[in-house]
């Protein structure tokens, strides 16, 4: 019973085979994925019309005045990347309502960039200001 | 009522809110590619000085919708076409069919879906733009019904014919689709395909495939018309030259008027 | 009956290890281990698929060829009980197993292919009537069991109960029938599958007419498939190759070929696709190796009446057409679609072990199905003479 496997397989492999290479011949190795390029710079002409309203965080602990991040004054910092810190560290559609200098401080959140090198530090006492601008400034 | 997008390649910066909004709004892992995946469903490529936006087109009549042997793609009537996972037997025609190269699989997993954007139907039937739409901070990606976007593209073409191609993409495009788009380079310098049929897709198959009841009928009786004549021509050759007493087929089967 | 090779085939069935033997013993490790992948680690892991390229070998072969090489099963059971002609019952009952299996084959590979073949049922419960894919589903499922029950009077017959052969004698019929209907939907299904991607189906292979162009070569292939699986058993069991029979349903072969070659010319003028021909490519040198070797030159082969009432003739013509045929599906699902995919595919190793191993299988099922039951008339029970034959 199994010579008759045996012969059977062996024209069939033969057939499977020279179809095989008949359907395929001339291939080339399969395309893999290009290491990806570096995407060119967002373009810097078109005005941003709809940039989100300010965010206010106003319940500080240990510090007199609220906190107003302007959309404005990063988007250009991140030369128009949005996903520079988007959706990570940042959500876009359900913002988070709290940034705390624990966090920030070990380089999450707003530390991400804060970093003292890429921007100034969390942890700098003489940039309180620059960030804790209060509501009416 | 039909909702659907506008994508103006002339205003569309490559800031990536878009892809960074979905990735949110649908709980996809991170990071964001470069080319749509199962995992990314939406992204801004560099093409000509331009960036233009991969998404589903959202078809007005959806090739994959038609394909699917499960019907867990679907149009839905508030314009998104959507994907029911439970369903999905992961037979891929959809990825090999859609003309836009739309869907994708998730290759990397055991237990392996479809993955495509499916203009946040969640979000629009609670009257909400697509997250795409709500952040793009140029309005490069505008929502609406898709009669008004379709004015709108009209229009903008109008006011600044220097400034577009004079088509809007999408308008006739496989039969029409939610998801319009301008440009003021030709269209398929952006990547996207310009040699489409005008009609839907689906007819192609649908014109064979709505013949089978008739198909079934007709064959159907024709081989019993077939079978019984040849049959009985054979009774009849067999009767002549050897001639025996009737008996029904049906005794003979219960065995009772068997031949010996 | 030449019994001398088949004697020292059954002889001593585990006797020394044969080459054959051997590479159908790792075949069969080789698959096990690949299964393991295939369902713990994902396609990706496992073939060359890719979004671009989201059908391979799986479909390309093991399904297209796999149902397509069934056909024989409907061609000849439509001959015997719908035409009458008697005299090729002899040839019936391995055309059904062959066709069996072919199906059980596609199913198996089915289930490596599908992404969730834990769901390969849901087509029974959520129905979508526009999709050729649908359609497909179906036939394979109600198919299959019109085969299973075309052959199972076999089977009742090796286990000697007569009561289940007489029911199944009472419904033969309008299950030849119901095969028959099915089989052409099936068959013509699978070219339908391609209608809906005109821009991306190369000219050469890309037709309103794929269904029908799928049925006839199926049943032209299906033909082939008898001749060369009459061949093999020859070969395999010492049985006689029953020419009086073969070479009447090789001019039916012949006749389908050439409707099939015509059919074929008739799309690629309109397609204006004789332009690719020249172009340089291998969509124009796979399109003529096909057309030459699988439609061309077994045309011209069994046109000679000596050739064709010879053994040998007849059979390299058969293969010729099963080889053209397996090429013409393989052309359709990878060759043509590669340019408008922009990549390459070429099945991984693993891919190639699965679709080996299970025609390997298959063939041992055949093997083993003819040892237990009685496929060929010679090895009919004594005991089971006279009773209708399925």
């Given at each position: 019973m199994l010579g008759a496997v045996r012969r059977r397989m062996g024209l069939w492999l033969g057939a499977l085979a020279s179809a095989a290479v008949l359907g395929c011949a001339g291939g080339a190795a399969p395309a893999t994925l290009q290491p990806a390029q570096p995407l060119p710079p967002p373009r810097a002409d078109v005005e941003l019309v709809s940039l989100p309203a300010d965010l206010v965080f106003d319940r500080t602990v240990g510090a007199e005045m609220a906190v107003v991040f302007r959309h404005t004054s990063h988007v250009e910092f991140a030369g128009r990347r949005c996903i520079a810190c988007h959706p990570a560290p940042f959500r876009m559609?359900?913002?988070?309502r709290k940034a705390e200098h624990p966090e920030m401080d070990e380089?999450?959140?707003?530390?991400?960039?804060?970093?003292?090198?890429?921007?100034?530090?969390?942890?700098?006492?003489?940039?309180?200001?620059i960030c804790h601008v209060g509501l009416d400034p | 009522m039909s909702y659907g997008l506008l994508f103006d390649a002339t205003r569309c910066i490559g800031c990536g809110a878009c892809s960074a909004a979905c990735k949110e709004q649908n709980r996809l892992p991170l990071p964001i590619e470069t080319k749509t995946t199962a995992y990314t469903w939406t992204v801004v490529e560099p093409r000509e000085g331009l960036w233009v936006r991969r998404l589903c087109m959202h078809c007005l009549e959806p090739t994959c919708a038609s394909v699917c042997p499960v019907a867990a793609l679907s149009k839905s009537e508030l314009g998104p076409v959507v994907y029911d996972a439970n369903r999905c037997i992961g037979c891929r025609y959809c990825v090999m069919a859609c003309p836009f190269g739309v869907p994708k699989y998730q290759?990397?997993?055991?237990?392996p879906v479809v993955g495509k954007c499916i203009l946040c139907a969640d979000r629009i039937a609670q009257g909400l733009p697509p997250a795409c739409a709500a952040v793009c901070p140029t309005g490069a990606t505008m929502f609406g019904e898709r009669e008004a976007l379709v004015r709108e593209a009209r229009a903008r073409i109008a006011a600044a014919p220097e400034r577009y191609v004079d088509h809007v993409y999408g308008l006739e495009e496989a039969g029409g689709t939610s998801v319009l788009m301008l440009s003021s380079v030709p269209f398929a310098q952006l990547?996207?395909?310009?040699?489409?049929?005008?009609?839907?897709?689906?007819l192609l198959t649908w014109e064979v495939l709505r013949k089978i009841p008739d198909f079934l009928l007709v064959a159907g009786l024709l081989l019993f018309g077939i079978h019984w004549i040849t049959n009985r021509r054979a009774a009849v050759a067999r009767e002549t030259e050897n001639p025996r007493p009737r008996t029904s087929r049906w005794r003979r089967w219960l065995g009772r008027g068997r031949q010996p | 009956m030449r019994s001398a090779p088949a004697e020292r085939t059954m002889a001593a069935p585990w006797g020394r290890l044969g080459f054959w033997r051997v590479v159908f013993g790792v075949l069969v490790v080789l698959f096990a281990a690949v299964s393991v992948l295939r369902f713990t680690r994902g396609l990706g892991a496992t073939t060359h698929l890719s979004d671009a390229f989201p059908w391979g070998l799986w479909i390309g072969f093991d399904v297209l060829c796999g149902v397509g090489l069934a056909a024989g099963a409907f061609t000849l059971t439509a001959t015997v009980h719908v035409f009458n002609l008697r005299r090729f019952e002899p040839i019936v009952r391995p055309t059904l197993l062959t066709g069996f299996l072919g199906y059980l084959f596609v199913i198996v590979a089915l289930l490596f292919d599908l992404g969730q073949p834990w769901r390969i049922w849901h087509p029974l419960v959520f129905w979508n009537p526009h999709s050729v894919m649908f359609e497909v589903a179906w036939c394979v499922m109600l198919y299959t069991l019109v085969l299973a029950l075309e052959f199972s009077p076999i089977v009742f017959e090796g286990l000697r109960l007569e009561r289940p052969q007489r029911v199944i004698h009472l419904v033969r019929t309008p299950l030849v029938i119901a095969g028959v209907l099915l089989s052409t939907l099936h068959q013509s299904s699978l070219g339908s599958l391609y209608l809906i991607v005109p821009e991306k189906l190369h000219p050469l292979w890309y037709s309103p007419l794929l269904p029908l162009l799928f049925f006839i070569s199926a049943v032209s292939a299906g033909i082939g498939m008898i001749v060369v699986e009459s061949y093999l058993s020859m070969r395999a069991f010492g049985r006689r190759l029953e020419l009086e029979l073969l070479e009447p349903l090789a001019r039916a072969m012949v006749v389908g070929l050439v409707l099939y070659g015509f059919l074929r010319a008739r799309e690629v003028f309109r397609n204006g696709a004789v332009a690719a021909l020249r172009e340089p490519g291998y969509e124009g040198t796979l399109f003529l190796l096909e057309v030459g070797l699988g439609i061309v030159l077994p045309v011209v082969l069994l046109s000679f009446p000596r050739i064709r009432a010879s053994d040998r003739g007849l059979v390299a013509g058969a293969f010729f057409v099963v080889l053209g045929f397996v090429m013409h599906r393989l052309n359709v699902s990878v060759t043509g679609m590669e340019r408008a995919a922009g990549t390459r595919y070429i099945p991984s190793w693993m891919e190639i072990v699965v679709s080996l191993a299970l025609v390997a299988l298959g063939f041992a099922a055949f093997a083993a199905a003819v040892r237990w039951l009685p496929i060929f008339p010679e090895a009919?029970?004594?005991?089971?003479?006279?009773v209708p034959r399925g």
């Open positions: 559609l359900a913002p988070e380089g999450g959140s707003c530390g991400s960039c804060h970093d003292g090198q890429r921007a100034f530090a969390t942890t700098d006492e003489e940039s309180c200001e | 290759w990397d997993r055991a237990v990547g996207l395909k310009t040699d489409l049929p005008r009609q839907p897709l689906p | 009919r029970r004594p005991g089971a003479a006279g």
